[in-house]
């Protein structure tokens, strides 16, 4: 389904505040039920019926993804698992395969990245394309949005929601006003029309907590927000305050980078931002080892070691914290990284909290010979795990960069171990 929405008369006072962007083309992708999805291809027998994925043995457990044939029941992405069985007891309750849906994700980015130079993926489940000039190639976007979706249908059988826009955030809305396999373009002509009566929390950076205290303000729409006062903002929210509020107006000039693009910096981390807002251990973990796989390849590529492990954790609410350590020695290892990076988020999180964001970084970096880490005789086993496999990560390097990235993951358990 595509939707053109029709134009009114130039915002003048939008494009006054945020210059002429109508050159500039964004467009948002998010795949449907990702998880659910994934599990109904996987399984056909599955088709047609509710499917919630989640973490089936904890007792405080949480739903990742429900199907949209369990979202009539009214189960949503981060309800308990126990209240998703009491709305609907014949759904198909299915554990999280976090390694299955990484690696179609990376699937995914491969497509992306026929359609644009420039993708920059936010998660798993959706990714910014910057497709400005794309009506060059292929005469319109709606075009271009209608050739993806069919390449992802054949290539994986699966379906996506698409935004276009002139900027991140408004491309975000739009993928989500038509699902699922929708698409909408939207136009800064649209702002005021479409976007403003949208309530408040189907802007990006938004959840229920920011939502109940903006309620102070008596904001309850985008639009709402996009007319209070910056310094209003700023008292109740903090800095992300004025962000959000600025956001709203349609101040969001930030670019799309492809990883290659990414400014460089003194260190070296990757971060994910959830599609739901989780306090699933096994999930987190996982993440983190994923991360820690990232950031380990990335330095062992540029020559690189780091001391200094960060760990950057932003809560359901906005509220975001970072952690470190610093080793006594230099490493690039993914054990590591993965070890002390546990550490400190286990340390620091409360059970009860969700969590929207988890990053992983590493500083002090050093250039790197050809050994691998060398540990000195009184190396504690806490900092560097498993010193009796030093060569393990540049023998799994030389697998990938001879046969793809997916030719061989490492195990995760809830020790920390890596394989």
């Known amino acids: 389904m595509t939707e053109r929405l029709t134009a009114i008369p130039s915002n003048q006072k939008y494009r006054a505040a945020n210059g002429n962007r109508s050159d500039r083309r964004i467009m948002h992708v998010d795949m449907d039920a990702y998880f659910a999805a994934l599990e109904q291809k996987a399984n056909p027998k599955l088709v047609g019926r509710p499917v919630v994925v989640g973490s089936t043995g904890a007792k405080r457990g949480v739903v990742s993804t429900a199907s949209y044939e369990s979202r009539v029941y009214g189960i949503t992405s ?46 798993v489940d959706e990714a910014f394309l910057d497709v400005t000039g794309c009506q060059d190639i292929f005469g319109s976007e709606e075009a271009l949005g209608q050739r993806l979706k069919e390449r992802i249908r054949s290539s994986l059988g699966l379906t996506c929601s698409i935004g276009i826009a002139t900027t991140k955030i408004m491309a975000k809305l739009a993928s989500s006003v038509f699902k699922p396999d929708g698409m909408t373009v939207l136009n800064d002509n649209d702002i005021e029309s479409v976007v403003y009566p949208l309530p408040v929390e189907k802007m990006w950076g938004i959840g229920p907590v920011s939502a109940k205290r903006l309620q102070q303000l008596g904001v309850s729409t985008i639009g709402d927000l996009a007319r209070v006062d910056l310094n209003k903002l700023r008292r109740l929210m903090g800095q992300n305050g004025e962000v959000i509020g600025r956001i709203a107006r349609g101040d969001d000039c930030s670019p799309v980078l492809s990883p290659e693009e990414q400014p460089e910096e003194k260190s070296i981390g990757h971060e994910r931002t959830f599609p739901y807002d989780s306090a699933d251990p096994d999930y987190l973990h996982a993440t983190l080892h994923y991360l820690s796989d990232l950031v380990s390849r990335r330095m062992r590529r540029n020559r690189f070691r780091g001391r200094t492990i960060t760990v950057r954790i932003r809560h359901a609410d906005f509220t975001t914290l970072t952690r470190r350590t610093t080793l006594r020695h230099a490493s690039d290892r993914q054990a590591v990284i993965f070890h002390q990076a546990v550490r400190l988020f286990d340390s620091h999180w409360n059970e009860r909290e969700r969590i929207r964001l988890l990053g992983i970084s590493v500083s002090h970096l050093e250039q790197a010979g050809e050994a691998g880490c060398q540990p000195d005789l009184f190396n504690s086993e806490a900092e560097c795990p498993g010193l009796d496999r030093l060569g393990v990560d540049a023998v799994v390097d030389k697998i990938r960069n001879r046969f793809g990235e997916d030719a061989i993951r490492g195990a995760f358990s809830h020790l920390g171990a890596s394989d």
């Open 78 to 123: 981060g309800m308990p698992a126990a209240e998703a069985r009491r709305l609907c007891p014949d759904a198909v309750f299915i554990g999280v395969d976090t390694d299955h849906y990484i690696s179609v994700s990376a699937e995914l980015i491969k497509i992306f990245n026929e359609f644009s130079q420039r993708v920059e993926a936010v998660s």
